[in-house]
């Protein structure tokens, strides 16, 4: 009997336990153990490299269902937004950034409902996979400050990347609407 057969959900299983890390992942961002940073750092890691495995499983094991359709890139963004907020409390990056960034995820989110209601699914353009991409380096650079004493042009690093994912969160946003304009004319 071939593995898929045996595991008939396994893309759906690394999206729940992506879900299930983020509580870990903050408790140790959060905490003051010296290895705390370094620990979230890898969990970081883990939870945004299980993205392309599960998607990978899930298109070439054809285990591709509705649920992961709405839950990984759900996933994602709980990934993202949860250390965007700490990183704000922090005060690593600016309230406006992050308000951008997380305005971005809830205006295509619904868009995603929206679509779903029309049994419409509206896959991921490679600008917002770059958008995805730009958003785990951020989180890495601003964990990465959290955990050890960055090199000079680690500021310069810092700055690029939140600019750099504010444009591709806006962008990438303009680029689903545009795409599904043809939902709203039949509001």
């Not at 619904?110 to 699914?121: K, N, V, W």
């Not at 990465?144 to 090199?151: D, F, L, Y």
Request: glycine fraction near 6%.
């Amino acid at each position: 009997m071939p593995v898929r057969r045996l595991l008939p959900n396994l893309p759906n299983l690394i999206t729940l336990t992506r879900i299930a890390i983020i509580p870990v992942f903050l408790l140790f961002l959060l905490t003051p153990l010296p290895a705390g940073g370094l620990i979230a750092l890898i969990l970081f890691a883990l939870a945004a490299l299980s993205d392309a495995i599960d998607g990978w499983v899930a298109r070439s094991w054809e285990q591709v269902t509705d649920f992961g359709k709405f839950a990984d890139p759900l996933a994602d963004k709980l990934l993202v937004m949860a250390a965007l907020i700490v990183f704000v409390a922090r005060g690593q990056i600016g309230v406006i950034p992050v308000i951008i960034i997380l305005s971005r995820e809830f205006l295509v989110m619904g868009l995603r409902i929206l679509a779903m209601t029309h049994a419409l699914s509206i896959p991921a353009s490679p600008l917002a996979k770059l958008k995805t991409v730009s958003h785990i380096g951020l989180a890495v650079i601003l964990i990465g400050e959290g955990a050890w004493v960055w090199p000079a042009w680690g500021e310069v690093l810092r700055l690029v990347f939140v600019y750099l994912a504010v444009a591709l969160a806006l962008l990438s946003a303009g680029e689903y609407f545009y795409r599904s304009r043809h939902l709203f004319h039949e509001l």
